[in-house]
Structures are given as C-alpha cells and as structure tokens.
C-alpha cells in the first residue's frame, strides 16, 4: 500500500480535480493520506494563471521534492494548469519530477501512479478536450462542496490562457449534476457552490440554449440542500431567467460574483471580451432593481496594455458609482501564449502596482460604508469554525468562502460546525462583521 497526498493549489477548480483524483484511487494500492510527510507519493496539483500563482506553484514544487531527500517520499508528479503548460521545462529544470499528469488524463490517474512507481518518467498532457468523469463520488463530504458544471472556456480572452490548458467549453448535464448534488446533500452537504471558467456559458453545448437557471431550478428540489451559490457568471451571457431565477428562489442565494475585468469599451475591446460598458451597467441596474438583497462581487484588472489615464479614471468613476459589496483587482500579468502578450503600449509595473492600490483603498472605504449598514439586522449565519469558549466564526449569505469576509460570533450556548444560526449584527470592521447569537 502506497501513501498518495495531493498539494492542491489555485482556485475551486482545482480543488474539485484533486478530490476527484483521491475519489479515483485504486483503494487495494493506494490511500489517502492528510500529511505529506507521510506519503510515498506527493501530487502537486499547481495553478499557472498568472505571474504571482505560478511562482507559488513553483515554490510548492520545490519544497515538495525535498520529502524526496529527507522524507518517506518516493515520487513527487505534478497535475494542473502549471504543469498543462509547461511540463518539458519543468522537467528539465527541476529533475526530481517523477511524472507530469494533464487537466485531460485524471482518469488515468491509477495507471499513472503504477507507471512512476515502476521507474517510468512520463508526461501526458493530451486529451485536452476529455469528457467530464461522471459517477465520481466524494468519500468525506463537508458542509459546503463544490460542483463544476462544465470544462473550459470558449472565451478566449486576450489575457487569458485557460482555454489552450483546460480546452473548449464542455457543459455536464443536468441529470448528472443533480445526481452528483443530490449524493452530496445525502451525505450531509448544505452549502453547493457551482463553479465554471464560465457558468453563465452552462449547457449551450448541449442544449444549443443558456441553461444555467434551468440546472439551478431542477437541483433546487433535492430535498435538505439550504444554499446554492454560483461562482464566475459572466456579464455577457446573465440571461433575464437567470435574474429571475435570483429574485424567486429561496434556495439561490443572493450572491452574484461577475468577473467584469474592466468598464472602458477601449479596454474591453482590446481584451476581447464579449460585452460592454451598456451592457455591464444595464445588467447590473437590472440585477439590483429586481432582486432585494442582492449582493455583487466582481474582479478587475487594471495596467492591460493600452489602458490610458482616460480608461483608468473611467474604471474608477465606474466604482465609485456602483459601489459594489465586495471587490478584487489583478495587475495585468503578461502571459506567453496570448495575444495580449504581443499589444502594443505595455503598462510599466509601478503604474499598474499604483492603480490597483488606488482602487483598492477606494473599495476599502466603500466596503466599510456597506458593511456598517449591516449593524442592528438580523442575519442567517453558516457556523465554521469554534475560535475557543463562547466565540465562532462563521459566513453569511454575502460571503463565499476564502474569497470574502466572515463574522465572528458571540454564542452563550455550544454551536456546532455546519449549524445555520440567527444572528444580529453588533458591529463591522473593513471586510468582517461581529454578530451574538439571537
């Protein structure tokens, strides 16, 4: 019996693939184990997105290949975008890598084990394209889980190298991701976050039609499923029965996140983005005048090649009008392989270092300003963790997971993790909230 651990880095995509791989293992050959100190094989499961996940990527990779010198550790292999993109370099410059196994050949996991524990160094990085792996159970179900409804992106961005790494889009369909939802809930999950490069695009492939509030509606039956929370919607694809979907389900939480990128149509247009300034704010005008409650989380980039002044102050007008709940913003990172890479007019690093914390200082007065409004109303908070005696930290529907804030709790009786709880807000801080129990 070989011990495997899987290092999994980078986004909720990922963390689905590398419970997938646990869920695969040959359970006669291989277990599980929760410390890498204790495996014969160490996965790396890297991110390669941008500069910043790439270089903790390959951080990761080189403290893990020390457990090969001073540990148990037999085999280090490497899986994910990182590996996808550049597995002869990797190879090549760090020579303890045992194996590379592609975004596509999951599936293939156990062959692959055997193959390295038998001295075979390999890289398979084809089947870009594979077809989801459905049946695949999670063995340790946790309160909230993650479904991805789809692979890859059809997109193409400018900036972007997603879709050369995870392929073209590929929507699950309805009937199987119910399945794999409904056995979730079973098992005890509350809290379903469904995830894709794009959820907005969900089941065009399929069923030659944007489907997502149709997905969202069949899996609102299952039976004990209190939450359902969608991550990546992208703005050009956010159908009216999609907004509908958000104002008259109970069970759709109202927590938006859109990935907007930028408001400049110069800007937009030089990202390849299939959307526009109208068309952003007609959707978000829409969202906020037809749904009570709602709550709108987007992403920036700013110092794109060719941003002007002119569009940088238009993104900031454009933040300080809307005012969104929560908000994050990327330095435009120039990746080999895109068409970005080769614009003109390349914005130097201390610009774009100084416009991000421009509008990051923005955003911290704006949250504040929300957060405050927030005292004295009576939330529904999800428990997650037990500081010590009478104090809790747990989420409201406003706050995704290692993405948001949290709110600390005062409870004068025991809480258990995964309890639901009335709350009344006592007081805010920059991007948290405070709460006793009601």
Not at 110 to 116: A, K, V
Not at 280 to 288: A, P, Q, V, Y
Request: glycine share 6%.
């Amino acid at each position: 019996m070989n011990n495997v651990h899987i290092v999994t880095l980078g986004c909720s995509k990922n963390d689905v693939d590398s419970s997938m791989m646990y869920s695969l293992l040959n359970k006669d050959k291989y277990k599980m184990v929760e410390r890498p100190n204790d495996a014969d094989i160490l996965i790396v499961n890297t991110c390669g997105f941008i500069d910043a996940a790439k270089e903790e990527s390959i951080d990761t990779i080189l403290e893990s290949v020390e457990y090969k010198k001073n540990g148990r550790c037999k085999k280090v292999l490497l899986s994910g975008c990182l590996a996808q993109r550049y597995p002869e370099e990797l190879i090549k410059e760090i020579p303890e890598i045992d194996g590379i196994i592609g975004t596509g050949n999951i599936n293939y996991i156990n062959e692959l084990l055997d193959r390295s524990l038998e001295g075979d160094l390999f890289i398979k990085t084809d089947n870009l394209n594979s077809a989801y792996i459905e049946g695949v159970r999670k063995e340790q179900v946790n309160t909230t889980e993650y479904v991805k409804i789809s692979e890859g992106c059809n997109n193409n961005c400018s900036y972007c190298i997603i879709p050369s790494l995870r392929g073209k889009n590929r929507s699950r369909t309805i009937e199987d991701i119910y399945s794999e939802v409904k056995y979730l809930v079973d098992k005890g999950a509350r809290e379903i976050i469904l995830i894709a490069q794009n959820t907005t695009d969900y089941g065009i492939d399929l069923y030659s039609k944007y489907s997502l509030s149709n997905l969202i509606k069949e899996i609102s039956k299952i039976k004990n499923l209190k939450w359902i929370r969608v991550l990546y919607l992208y703005p050009d694809h956010f159908t009216d029965d999609l907004i509908e979907e958000f104002k008259n389900n109970d069970k759709l939480i109202k927590y938006v996140d859109m990935p907007l990128q930028h408001i400049s149509d110069n800007v937009l247009k030089r990202m390849n983005r299939k959307t526009s300034k109208d068309h952003i704010i007609k959707t978000l005008k829409s969202l906020r005048e037809s749904v009570d409650g709602i709550v709108i989380r987007t992403t920036f980039i700013v110092g794109f090649p060719g941003e002007t002044e002119d569009d940088f102050k238009e993104l900031i007008n454009f933040i300080k009008d809307i005012k969104f709940d929560k908000l994050g913003v990327f330095e435009y990172s120039k990746e080999e392989g895109t068409s970005a890479s080769l614009l003109d007019n390349q914005i130097p690093d201390e610009i774009k270092e100084n416009r991000k914390n421009e509008i990051m200082s923005i955003q911290n007065e704006i949250s504040s300003e929300v957060l405050s409004e927030k005292i004295n109303e009576k939330l529904e908070i999800l428990i997650e963790e037990k500081i010590d005696g009478n104090n809790y930290v747990g989420r409201t529907y406003m706050d995704a997971p290692e993405i948001d804030g949290v709110t600390y709790i005062t409870s004068d009786r025991d809480l258990n993790i995964g309890d639901f709880v009335d709350v009344k807000i006592i007081d805010s801080l920059d991007y948290d909230l405070v709460g006793e129990l009601i």
